[in-house]
């Protein structure tokens, strides 16, 4: 899919940025490293991409930020996502959602980089069925009280402050879903320990018990489901610009590798059937690419096409899987020891299939969008 000069222009630009200023990375950066990025991409306008220049950040549209999370993750997987969680990921919520004091009060402090937002949705006993979380907040005058728990928040160990979905009504229904904002520290809110899932992430798990939380952070409550997923929409396709990213990194790698390393006299590049697995693999990243492009595009025109999300993200996360697989195979040991990061890609991409929704959830979606008829996934 052709892109502008100027859509050309920020994916230059993040390219560039990230040659000079970040570290081909290995894996996720924590401590030190993490916080020595943020302040560079927080210097560069990257910690605001699609929020408000009013609140320090660059107003660009979320088809430009997916390209500029590509080109970051390309170079450093770590610092491309601090950059779509703070801007078109989980900050959005409060730039969609939120009220002038919250955008006033936490926006600014987001693209400065001293402030960090996770999102709290997946629970122990909703992860698909999400319309089936528990976690409740219960209207006490000028306070609401939080309890209930949440499961795999990514960077929670990081985060000063969460959007938590919860149960604003009983009802029973999906209308009583809204979200609220809970900040580190709160009177009954705690974080639980550092898990480390598959690529070496960091997440943890979220306990409310009788946490009571200011009424001034409410972000949404009636009806707000619907909204709370057109923003998630924003998380998603940063998820899929990051998993491209990662996967051109593991492909560009296997470029470099397959024209330097000899086997039988000559460059294995020379032989016919190494040629036909790059072939394919770059047909599938081009495919790939065009698909999220298509999605990041429709979006970014305000015209959100919830198939074109779904259709990318199948196809990117298989796609991802299958392209980093032969990257491995082209690198031979190499590719599977750990002192080279082919196997991180990997086990980096992998995730596409399950965070941001699970696939077969996307392919239940777009089922019942072709067919024209509503699966109940209870009956
Ligand atoms: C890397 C990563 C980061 C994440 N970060 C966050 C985060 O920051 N915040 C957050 O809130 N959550 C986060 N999650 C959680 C994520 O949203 C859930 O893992 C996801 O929604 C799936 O829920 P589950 O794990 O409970 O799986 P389940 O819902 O239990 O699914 C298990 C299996 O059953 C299948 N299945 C379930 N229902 C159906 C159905 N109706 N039809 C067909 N198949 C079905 C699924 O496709 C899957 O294969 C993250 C997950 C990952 C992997």
Redesign the pocket.
Known sequence: MAITEAQQNWKDVARDFAKQKLEPATGWLEGEEFWSNAKKLADHGFLGLTLPEEYGGMNLDLFEAALIIEELCRVCPTSGRHAYHASMG?SSFINHLGNEEQKQKYLPQVTSGKLFV???????E?????TDMTTTAVDEGDHYRLNGS???????HLADLFVV?ARFGNSGRTSDIGAILVERGTPGFTIGPNEE???G?I?CALYFEDAIVPKENVLVTDNAFKKLMGVYNGVRLGFLAQTLGITQAAFDRTMDHVKQRKQFGKDIAEFQGVQWMISDMYVELEAARTLLYRAAEAAADNKPDKNAVSVAKIFVADASQRITDTCIQLHGGYGYSKQYPLEWYYRCVR?AS????????H??MLASDVLERRFD?RK
């Open positions: 989980i996770a999102l709290g949705m997946s629970e122990p909703a992860g698909s069925a999400a949440k499961v795999f928040i990514s960077d929670a979905y899932n598959m690529s992430e997440q995730a399950i965070a941001g929704g699970t696939l077969q959830v392919k239940t996934q």
